[in-house]
């Protein structure tokens, strides 16, 4: 099997897989990096999203082969400690019900405020359409993006 | 305060040896015979019956509180620890919570469902707490050579307010345990309380928003192998022939199993197992019926035409009611199969070994599922340790331990560790699916539009008892016959977040609202009416309590300014579940011909709230569940074959779904009754209501998306 060399969260892995091995279980099964979840394998839910280049992306379907020397943030380097302005409004504004989505919410919204640090509520709604919770969390989802983008 | 999600055996006896400078309280907190709390000094877990619920305090201060149900979003992790704190007077600051392993001599009731867990420990809970305070003040009152009764607690320390003196309850904490057990304790006045029934975040946030494993998926052990398994897709079948060559000629395949109706692959990792399962050649042959939706079609209407039903209740005289009426209404309601679709799907690890057997995992009813596993392997359960996770969802879904099961005969069988993962479609075609029912309504109006007989049919798929026959609007209605037809099918079914009521509370709801719209009545009026009568004149027993029904409703009529609003449809809907009142007005408006659900008001009596923060996610996530399954979830089947295979298809609601919510609770004293489940009942029947309002069509099936008022363009 090929070894891959990936910039994740700053740091270099290697990682000895088959060549169209999601990135979802790179990160998983063979980094340790659990933070970022498997939820339906589609690209339908966004348990799964990390940012590739600063964007978000489903890693259940990006290969580990098309990925090359592009940088991988994951919810574990999000912030060094667990300081995002997202991570805290989540906290403050107590989103988290089951949790399991979570992580992936937030990498969806990071990716938002990195590309537009003043969303309207609209461009929120449309921005985390990508990402199911089955709690039921989205009005705490949304005011949590909305504290996090007054702290930027 | 912190969190620390799960302890193996072994870390849980260290962390009580840890705490042996300190009190270690043991206490009833489920045990219904043990009443009186014992100090216990480092006593292993499990040794003393009724006795072994640990609440201790150490000499640093930390209070550590034993969560022992499963935690999957309903908060108990945060809101069991309140209530405990609460009567100690501790700093919550200093609290730690620990997600204990299922341990049946120490805790009963260790599992998760029915909105049940917080009314059945309320006391227990609060008894713990106000017995280690008044140890704490007993300490304190002898060092300082005064009377106990001059002494307070407050925030993690004893206070003499007299001489101005202080001792934290870590300093304390010693001294504590050696003072006499008190036999009654006084537990506090509600208006005394500064925890309970304010908003305090989940001990949980933190690991939660930096990506800590804590959920069974996240379980990762040396040596441990990974599985899935190919099941029948359809329903009604089973194996034929397996052919396995190709896929356990892939690479990092370790096995291929066949037991029961499973084909497992064993493997060194996820995706090589998921990748090798495809090339799996089974031939599948017919072991029962294969139905399709169809057929189901065609069972609902002989069954309610035709079938045997069981009477579940019978008042007065319903035939000549019906022949002396001056109106008759009638109506039919259908619920589709549901699929529970957690966000973590199914997943368990297994280590079964000669000297015992190792679980660990997400699970709803933990105890359960080691007395299977013990029964299928034929391994005491002494023998069987397991550990729970935090669950990512549950919905019911994970009361079935099917999952562990398997895990565990298939680490028994290939003599390895092994973490058993469902995909997604494995869960929507092999699992268990909220029953498909259908209700036929028929009322008899008098002349002057009361409502004097009633009548309700219940069919259900695999539904048990479809109906709840001692709920509103019996009571009310001199004459009345509820019953209930039921048909078998191979398609497994099983409780759904409010089981049976998160379909019949909409129909039983809308139903009544057609007919107070018959009667001319104003559908808040018309309930009010028919709750009065049940005070009046009751008509037989009944479950629910008029009082609160009659407030919710009141309360939510003022809350969202029912009947006030020009340009707005309501629609509304009250219910009564899990011993709670949930009242809800919807809000509808059109907009380019089609009816917007723009906001919900409920108005909630669950008792005392114990963390309002908690207790709006409850209420405002079961809403959005209600409606957004009301709006677009069903699972049909092809020839036994779920159609809905993945969220592609099987359609979830998501953000810009949502409408507004606005959420109030009763504020009455009463002990607490249930919440996670019963703001979702009421939702549909708002919903369709203020559609009916809004466009005069009535929604009778669901999901509403398949509806005419949504398909047709204006």
């Known amino acids: 099997m090929p070894v891959y060399t990936l910039k994740i969260n700053g740091k270099q892995f290697k990682a000895d897989v088959v060549a169209d091995t999601p990135l979802l279980w790179v990160l998983r099964d063979h980094l340790g ?14 348990a799964c999203t990390v940012h590739l280049n600063g964007v978000a992306v489903k890693s259940c379907v990006l290969p580990v082969s098309s990925i090359k020397a592009a940088a991988i943030t994951t919810i574990e380097g999000l912030s060094e400690k667990g300081d995002h302005p997202l991570q805290l409004a989540w906290d403050e504004i107590d989103v988290p019900q089951c949790g399991y989505c979570q992580a992936g919410q937030i990498m969806t919204a990071a990716a938002l405020l990195k590309r537009k640090p003043h969303p309207g509520e609209e461009e929120i709604d449309s921005a985390m359409h990508g990402n199911i919770c089955r709690c039921g969390a989205y009005h705490r989802i949304r005011e949590a993006v909305k504290l996090a983008s007054t702290k930027i | ?33 043990a009443e009186t709390p014992v100090i216990i000094h480092n006593l292993p877990l499990g040794a003393t019956k009724g006795f072994n619920s640990y609440l201790s305090i150490s000499t640093d201060g930390i209070v550590t509180i034993f969560s022992p149900n499963p935690e999957l979003g309903q908060n108990i992790m945060t809101s069991f620890p309140m209530i405990v704190a609460e009567e100690l007077d501790a700093d919550w600051t200093k609290v730690k919570v620990v997600q204990a392993p299922l341990d049946t001599k120490s805790f009963d009731r260790q599992l998760t469902g029915g909105s049940g867990a917080v009314p059945h420990s309320w006391k227990r809970l609060r008894t713990a707490g106000a017995t280690a305070r008044n140890m704490l003040i007993q300490a304190a009152a002898k060092q300082w050579e005064v009377a106990a009764e001059e002494c307070t607690a407050n925030n993690g320390f004893v206070i003499h307010a007299k001489s101005g003196r202080q ?30 029934g304010t908003g305090v975040k989940n001990v949980a946030n933190k690991d939660i928003v930096t990506g800590k494993g804590l959920f069974g998926m996240d379980v990762y052990r040396k040596g441990m192998l990974f599985a899935m398994i190919q099941r029948p897709d359809a329903f009604g079948t089973k194996i034929k022939s397996v052919d396995s060559a190709a896929a356990k000629a892939m690479p990092g395949i370790v096995d291929v199993v066949v037991f029961k109706n499973n084909v497992a692959v064993v493997g060194k990792s996820t995706w090589e197992v998921s990748k090798a399962r495809k090339l799996l050649k089974i031939e599948y042959e017919k072991d029962g019926a294969t139905e399709s939706t169809a057929d189901h079609t065609n069972i609902f209407t002989t069954l309610l035409d035709g079938g045997t039903p069981v009477v579940r209740r019978k008042n007065g005289d319903v035939e000549a009611a019906f022949k002396t009426a001056a109106k008759i209404i009638k109506s039919e309601y259908h619920g589709p199969f549901l699929s529970h679709a957690p966000m973590e799907p199914m997943n368990f690890f297994a280590d079964v070994r000669p000297d015992g057997v190792e679980l660990i995992g997400p699970t709803q009813t933990p105890g359960s599922a080691r007395t299977a596993t013990s029964k299928l392997l034929g391994i005491p359960e002494d023998k069987i340790t397991l550990e729970i996770t935090r669950l990512g969802g549950g919905f019911g879904r994970r009361l079935k331990f099917d999952y562990v099961v398997e895990a565990a005969e298939l680490s028994g069988i290939i003599k390895a560790p092994v973490k058993l993962i469902w995909s997604r479609e494995d869960d929507m075609m092999g699992g268990s699916y909220r029953p498909a029912v259908q209700y036929r309504f028929e009322a008899a109006l008098d002349s002057s539009g009361n409502l004097v007989g009633y009548k309700c049919r219940g069919a259900g798929i695999n539904a048990g008892n479809p109906v709840r026959e001692d709920n509103f609007p019996s009571g009310a209605v001199e004459h009345l016959l509820i019953d209930t037809v039921e048909h078998k099918s191979p ?26 719209n018959a009667a001319g009545k104003d559908p808040v009026q018309f309930r009010l009416d028919l709750l009065d009568k049940a005070r009046k004149s009751p008509v037989g027993a009944i479950k629910y309590n008029i ?19 020009a340009g707005i449809s309501q629609g509304f809907s009250v219910y009564f579940s899990h011993s709670s009142y949930v009242a809800q007005v919807c809000e509808v408006m059109m907009q380019a011909g089609k009816p917007v659900v723009k906001k919900i008001y409920a108005v909630s009596d669950c008792g005392q709230v114990i963390n309002l923060s908690g207790a709006r996610q409850q209420v405002m996530g079961g809403i959005v569940d209600g409606f957004g399954h009301a709006m677009y979830g069903k699972v049909t089947f092809k020839n036994g074959a779920a159609e809905q295979k993945n969220f592609n298809t099987y359609r979830l609601i998501r953000m810009k779904e949502i409408p507004q ?48 008022v949504f398909t047709t363009t204006p």
């Open chain 1, 33 to 46: 990096l659990v933070g970022t979840k498997f939820g339906c394998g589609i690209a339908q839910c966004g």
């Open chain 2, 1 to 33: 305060m912190s969190n620390s999600n799960t302890t193996s055996r072994r870390d849980f006896l260290k962390l009580t040896s840890l705490t042996g400078g300190g009190l270690l309280l043991g206490f009833s907190w489920f045990s219904a015979e």
């Open chain 2, 167 to 196: 001792l934290g309850f870590g300093e304390l904490a010693d001294q504590a345990a050696t003072m006499p057990v008190p036999k009654e304790v006084k537990l506090k006045d509600r208006k005394d309380f500064k925890l309970i």
């Open chain 2, 491 to 516: 398609i497994t079914t099983g409780a759904w977040r409010a089981p049976i009521t998160n379909f019949l509370a909409f129909a039983e709801q809308a139903f009544l609202d057609e007919v107070a």
């Open chain 2, 547 to 565: 009082d609160r029904m009659e407030n919710v409703i009141k309360m939510a009529a003022e809350k969202s300014g029912w009947g006030k609003k």
């Open chain 2, 661 to 708: 919510i606005e959420t109030y609770f009763v504020d009455n004293g009463i002990d607490p009754t249930g919440l996670g489940e019963p703001a979702l009942p009421p939702t549909g029947g708002a919903v369709a209501n203020a559609i009916f309002k809004a466009t005069g069509k009535r929604l009778k099936n669901q999901p509403f998306i398949d509806e005419e």
